[in-house]
């Protein structure tokens, strides 16, 4: 993939960013700007380059037409912040207000767009109407720099399209995510284990059957556990259940065994009679969770059974919350594996932080990014490249450049 640094000098040329400005919402006020921080040293060292810096993003599902919850508004005033400088908002995407801010801006000089799907083109699976969407945007810039690494999977105007009509490159985030993606793929320094959580199996059965190739061991947690005891004839009482699913799992864990990887999964669990901080939760064992009661968290033995697991480890990818860590009484778990890979970290381990939840999880319990040894902007991008699929906004650059 082409740098930033092959596009040539930049002064004055006008610069099309595609950056992943996601950011949680509770009405205006932005409750986690981890990927506004993220995205800020490319913006960054554009401008310092004398780019003429062009940002777009996207926020939110609207369904592409304008909402003013979806507005980009409070992410530009954010990203001033982190910027140290003034960034201009447009209150279009490729309209007068838009063209406007382009046409005003110098040397340096950040414009940021509004959100990409306000307009139908940007999603669309009708090449044409994706297409004429892409021309509007690509009129607006002389070079083209994907940033936005939350969105490289996905083939939409502003990540793929774009690409194929201006001369393009990666941007420093994109460019450090893939070499993070490449370690862990490539040449993981042993031993190697995998994380994972969150809510379903069916979300990961791709990434589970690659990793059952490449990882040494497999700590399994969050909703999807509950699939993986029924696999084994456990009682789950209420929790989250994938049934058609079930015999997938034993698949793997039939394969697991084959290959000599190993499956860890918890040995009790904090279980709830409702989804609720006050539905007075109890420890049980995992193998017998009573009939009227949902798991919500691993427990304590195997929060601390997890970290045994984790603490000669030298590689972790983690993806996915132990529990529904938003409510106190089922933290514990996500913070016990993030405290494990903080040791770990220091220790000079490669831990990664798959993104999405994994990260709001680690940022809301009071950790910070640089405990980590990354914390990856793009949970999805990031278990699909592990799945083994390509990635459309990394595959055109690819081709580009060939």
Request: charged share 25%.
């Amino acid at each position: 993939m082409k740098t930033i640094a092959e596009l040539g000098d930049l002064r004055g040329r006008r610069v099309l960013v595609r950056s992943d400005l996601n950011v949680p919402l509770d009405g205006t006020t932005i409750t986690d700007d981890g990927r506004i921080r993220a995205s800020a040293p490319t913006i960054m060292a554009l401008s310092e380059a004398g780019a003429r810096v062009i940002v777009c993003a996207h926020l939110g599902r609207p369904k592409g037409t304008p909402e003013e919850r979806y507005s980009l508004a409070p992410v530009a005033r954010r990203l001033s912040e982190v910027l140290g400088r003034e960034v201009r908002f447009a209150e279009d995407t490729v309209g007068a207000s838009a063209k406007a801010a382009v046409e005003a801006a110098g040397d340096g000089d950040v414009v940021l767009l509004e959100n990409l799907r306000f307009n139908p083109g940007e999603t669309s699976k009708d090449d044409t109407e994706r297409g004429a969407f892409a021309d509007q945007l690509a009129s607006l810039a002389d070079v083209f720099v994907s940033d936005g690494f939350g969105v490289v999977h996905r083939k939409q105007a502003s990540v793929y399209d774009v690409a194929r009509l201006l001369p393009s490159a990666v941007g420093g985030l994109v460019e450090t995510e893939v070499g993070v993606l490449e370690r862990l793929t490539e040449s993981p320094e042993r031993p190697y284990a995998v994380v994972l959580g969150g809510a379903k199996v069916s979300d990961k059965l791709g990434v589970i059957d690659n990793l059952l190739r490449t990882a040494d061991r497999l700590l399994i947690g969050g909703g999807m556990v509950f699939t993986f005891l029924k696999a084994q004839d456990y009682e789950v009482g209420t929790s989250l259940l994938e049934a058609d699913q079930v015999e997938t799992v034993k698949g793997y864990l039939e394969q697991a065994h084959e290959r000599g990887v190993e499956i860890v999964l918890p040995v009790d669990i904090v279980a709830a009679t409702a989804f609720s901080a006050d539905a007075d939760p109890q420890v049980v064992p995992a193998g017998v969770i009573p009939a009227d009661r949902m798991g919500l968290d691993i427990g304590p033995e195997s929060a601390f059974l997890f970290a045994e697991k984790l603490k000669h480890c030298k590689t972790v990818f983690w993806n996915g919350p132990m529990g529904a860590f938003e409510m106190e009484p089922y933290a514990a778990g996500t913070a016990a594996v993030a405290e494990a890979l903080v040791e770990l970290t220091e220790k000079g381990a490669l831990t990664v932080v798959g993104g999405g939840d994994s990260a709001a999880a680690v940022r809301q319990l009071g950790f910070s990014d640089d405990q980590f040894g990354h914390i990856s902007t793009g949970g999805g991008a990031s278990l699909e490249y592990l799945e083994g699929k390509q990635l459309p906004g990394l595959t055109v650059l690819d081709e580009q450049e060939g």
